[in-house]
């Protein structure tokens, strides 16, 4: 029997898209960089219909695209048109089967959306501290495969600090049922952490056991501005050293950010901005009443790694603080063509990283527009490049695998990572041969080979064949 | 010029306002309080003024509980040159906020109130034009722009399909609207400055008026729930349900 047929027989049919139309937007990725092409879009509703799904897809020789929310910025969860393959969907697959208050668990399925099981755990009295811009529309199993990061990470960690267990669906067609919510389990290998981050080259996570926390009683929230990234990494060490983990969210915003702001979104107003200045965003949660914080950024003042810090007196202004940093992405979007890269690096390392690969890159391109931001507090930098007015975006784009280039040597000489949060995907897996060692990259394809020996699982990303 | 500016205390913009269980009110305790985001409007205003040397000093007043005095200080920060409590237990009508303040201009002799509109937990848009009735000031309400030449104003009014400019004598009173400005954010070294600021205060019973209130609330009671939605499987079910259930379409 032929594939889609055979899946036919077992799916209903408003579970299956196979008309080139419907299929379209499952086929693009978020960003609108990558068009695959797939046999089928299906969307299971139980666990036994992606088991049954993906030995069907064993049976006839097709690979599997595993997608949830579709918000990947690297192409990892659309198909590549070369390689046959179906992309199996899990947005209704979307059940909360138990929410555990004593043990302070939630076990949910794939297709929840983040805010979503953020919003139920609010309900709960609970914190899911997991926050980042696309919280709207990612769901679990995509959060999870790609370990992601966001706004809390500095406070709460990765998503990998986050899960308890897992429960996947591995390319063998066996259900694996890990769903424990045990914080301490020594028994051998931790098998989840394979599955996290892997990006779905592992197999199909169907449902995960996610911690919840104690929700903090009140939020502060600051703008303090700076003269350089040397005192934003001054003012990171002393609050650390005087409240710890109250810090919920350390991010930092060039100065161009703040233009690109002003021009695009003149409503936003800022708090306060001089020419040069470096802007901060710091969140300090509480779960007693706040101390009085105000010594600590009044002695910055006095030490001038501050030049001033207004504070959010109300809902609305927090929330205003937060949609200038959220608004930077889009500010840049509208600016026009830009070379991103999702970069970490130790945090004493980034003031000198930023100078040396502006300097680079500017003796590449003169003039060209630098756009950084980012969570200082985990060292992650959104360290971006755009398109200067005297140059077409041909030729600019032109250059983009000789700027990734300078960008990434730098980052590697500094001991740090081509991709912080956002995954390798289709779009840096190049890159990834070229800077991850062969030592590292022989065991990450020997792990690949002993669970998905055939390469059904998201053939393309990430990892290449051994022989490619 | 001196310039008086009215400031509440109400429950913040972003909380959603829940009624107390035994229907007595609005449930405020443990939850985020802030200023009335029209007198955050109002106190701008002044401050601008000030900054154009236009006035020579913004007076900060609230009438209510000592807990306001977070959001005087909070004035203070924003600019605010002196700020003033008028306090009592009682919950304050309008009226009575309005004699309160009638007593203290008395005293203090402004020449110009700016107060917002109205207050988003009551919304009852009365406070500036009773003030006004009672002075027998002039009054220009929902002001989108406030121009002063020399003893008299040119206030510009929000008004249905249009705006409308009114001149208006002073002393006046001035209820503000919406987009009248941008107000500022409160800075850290003016927050720790506004702690030396002086702050007032004077007991309501000493002004002796009356304040007790004329109206008696019976009970606070939220909206019924909305029924939750369905999903229905078929184009079919669904013309069914909008037909018996919904009763939309005959």
């Not at chain 1, 049976?59 to 599997?64: P, S």
Request: contains cysteine.
């Amino acid at each position: 029997m032929h594939f889609i047929e055979e899946i036919q027989t077992r799916l209903s049919s408003y579970q299956i898209l196979i008309n080139e139309e419907d299929k379209k937007s499952y086929e693009t990725d978020w960003r609108g960089r990558y068009q695959g092409d797939s046999l089928a879009v299906v969307f299971p509703k139980t666990i036994d219909e992606v088991i049954w799904t993906v030995q069907c897809c064993i049976k006839h020789n097709i690979k599997i695209v595993p997608q949830s929310g579709n918000t990947s910025l690297c192409g990892g969860s659309v198909p590549i048109t070369s390689i046959p393959s179906i992309i199996i969907n899990l947005s209704k697959l979307n059940q909360i089967r138990e929410i555990d208050l004593d043990n302070n668990t939630i076990t949910v399925e794939s297709g929840v959306i983040l805010g979503q099981l953020s919003d139920l755990a609010l309900k709960n009295d609970r914190l899911f501290p997991l926050s980042m811009a696309s919280e709207g529309s990612a769901q679990i199993g995509g959060v999870i495969s790609t370990n992601a990061g966001g706004t809390a990470v500095i406070r709460y960690g990765t998503m990998r600090a986050l899960v308890l267990g897992l429960e996947v669906v591995l390319p063998s067609g066996e259900l694996w049922q890990g769903l424990t919510g045990l914080r301490k389990d020594n028994t051998g290998y931790d098998l989840k952490q394979l599955f996290i981050g892997a990006e779905g080259t592992l197999g199909i996570i169907t449902a995960a056991t996610l911690k919840l926390l104690p929700l903090p009683k009140t939020k502060e929230v600051y703008w303090a501005t700076t003269n350089s990234v040397q005192h934003t990494v001054n003012v990171l060490n002393h609050l650390k050293k005087i409240i710890g983990d109250q810090i919920c969210a350390f991010e930092i915003i060039s100065s161009a950010c703040l233009q690109l702001i002003k021009k695009h979104f003149p409503q936003l107003v800022l708090p306060h901005h001089e020419e040069g200045d470096w802007a901060i965003l710091i969140e300090l949660d509480y779960f007693n009443e706040p101390q009085d914080n105000h010594s600590i950024f009044m002695d910055c003042i006095e030490k001038g790694t501050v030049n001033d810090v207004a504070i959010a007196v109300n809902e609305q202004q927090r929330d205003h603080f937060w949609s200038i940093r959220e608004h930077i992405p889009l500010a840049e979007k509208r600016e026009g063509f830009s070379i991103k890269h999702d970069i970490s690096l130790p945090i004493s390392s980034i003031p000198q990283f930023i100078l040396e690969a502006i300097n680079e890159v500017s003796k590449l391109i003169p003039s060209v527009g630098n756009v950084c931001f980012g969570h200082l507090g985990d060292g992650n930098l959104h360290f971006n490049f755009t398109n200067p007015s005297q140059m077409t975006k041909e030729e600019f784009l032109s250059l983009t695998p000789t700027v990734n280039q300078i960008v990434y040597d730098l980052v590697y000489h500094f001991n740090g990572s081509l991709s912080a949060e956002h995954g390798i995907g289709q779009l840096k897996v190049n890159s990834l041969k070229k800077y991850k060692s062969q030592l590292e990259l022989s065991l990450m394809q020997k792990i690949k080979y002993a669970i998905d020996p055939t390469n059904i699982m998201n053939p393309g990303k990430m990892l290449l064949p051994n022989n490619d | 010029m001196k310039i008086l500016v009215p400031v509440k205390r109400v429950l913040d913009y972003n909380i959603k306002p829940r009624a107390k269980s035994d229907g007595s009110g609005v449930e405020l305790s443990g939850l985020k309080m802030a200023m009335n985001p029209f007198d955050e409007i109002a106190l701008e205003e002044a401050v601008r003024l000030k900054e154009k040397n236009v006035a020579t000093e913004v007076i900060a007043v609230s009438c209510g509980q000592v807990s306001s005095q977070d959001i005087l200080r909070t004035a203070l920060a924003l600019g605010a040159d002196r700020a003033i409590l008028i306090e009592t237990d009682y919950d304050l009508e309008p009226l009575a906020v309005a004699k309160c303040l009638a007593k203290l201009i008395d005293k203090e002799q402004p020449n110009l109130v700016i107060c917002g509109k109205q207050a988003i937990d009551d919304d009852s848009n009365q406070t500036g034009q009773i003030l006004a009735a009672l002075l027998g000031w002039s009054q220009a309400t929902f002001a989108s722009k406030i121009e002063v030449t020399q003893d008299h104003l040119d206030v510009t009014r929000e008004i249905d399909g249009g705006l409308e400019t009114v001149h208006v004598s002073l002393p006046s009173v001035v209820t503000t609207d919406l987009r009248l400005n941008e107000p500022r954010f409160a800075t850290l070294p003016n927050i720790m400055k506004a702690k030396k600021k002086p702050l007032e205060t004077i007991s309501a019973q000493s002004l002796q008026i009356d304040i007790a209130p004329r109206i008696r609330v019976l009970k606070v009671r939220e909206p019924d729930p909305r029924p939750a939605g369905i999903k229905v499987d078929s184009v079919d079910t669904l013309i069914e349900k909008l037909k018996t259930d919904a009763k939309v379409i005959g």
